[in-house]
């Protein structure tokens, strides 16, 4: 088994994720540069946060022309595992590997800090090892986090079981208070129709050890993993 992780330049959570990969999990990873053509070998892969190119015109835009974004398509249209961080999840979105899009928070402010999450489906093979309605902590750290997408779009997500994650309080009640930067229908996090691409805007590899306050995202790595051991590799 074998995991890679798309480095921009900018990334700043990439080394995160490898740690979490092979120290945790103890599991085979390699950062994969932005300007390689091809990802043959791995059997998922990982686009971590950060500001991929600065955040320049917008979150996610530039990256989402970098040579290995053809692979990265390529790749998760044959059904490959790709979970998108943070500055991933900008990414995707970008791609079109998921639908809607991520805006300014409504506040205007970068928000840093941990929030509550309610397990809305478990569709995506990310999420096997958690609950519907299941209440999670995890931290997030970002400046255009606010999910928009049309409402056509929304309710088709919402017959799909698309809809994987939504910013809650410790009750696991959805409010406005609770949402962290204005993200319609408090959405964190979604997958796309197959469910092998899943991204969220709060970051699993930084509550995967005790040390750092929970361990409430070490199930996505679990689970991702657990998913890898089920089918053939990838040659």
């Keep these: 088994m074998r995991i890679g992780i798309v480095q921009f330049p900018g990334s700043n959570c990439d080394y995160d994720c490898l740690h979490v990969i092979r120290a945790v999990l103890q599991v085979q990873a390699d950062l994969i540069w932005h300007e390689e053509t091809q990802v043959t070998g791995y059997d998922a892969l990982v686009l971590p946060g950060g500001f991929s190119y600065g955040d320049y015109l917008r979150s996610g835009s530039i990256a989402r022309f970098s040579p290995v974004m053809r692979a990265v398509t390529e790749f998760a249209d044959d059904g490959g595992l790709v979970l998108g961080i943070c500055n991933g999840f900008q990414i995707l979105t970008e791609a079109g590997l998921l639908p809607g899009a991520l805006l300014r928070n409504s506040a205007l402010e970068f928000r840093c800090g941990w929030v509550h999450l309610r397990v809305e489906s478990v569709k995506s093979p ?110």
């Design 126 to 235: 990310f999420m096997a090892t958690y609950e519907t309605g299941q209440v999670v902590r995890m931290p997030i750290a970002h400046g255009d986090g606010s999910y928009v997408a049309d409402p056509a779009v929304l309710n088709r997500m919402r017959d799909n079981g698309q809809i994987i994650l939504r910013y809650c309080d410790a009750e696991g009640d959805v409010s406005a208070a609770a949402n962290p930067n204005g993200s319609i229908e408090n959405i964190a996090g979604i997958c796309n129709e197959n469910g092998n691409v899943f991204a969220l805007m709060p970051h699993p590899e930084r509550c995967a050890e005790p040390e750092l306050g929970s361990v409430d995202g070490l199930g996505v790595w679990q689970a991702m993993v657990l998913a890898l051991t089920s089918v053939p590799l990838r040659v």
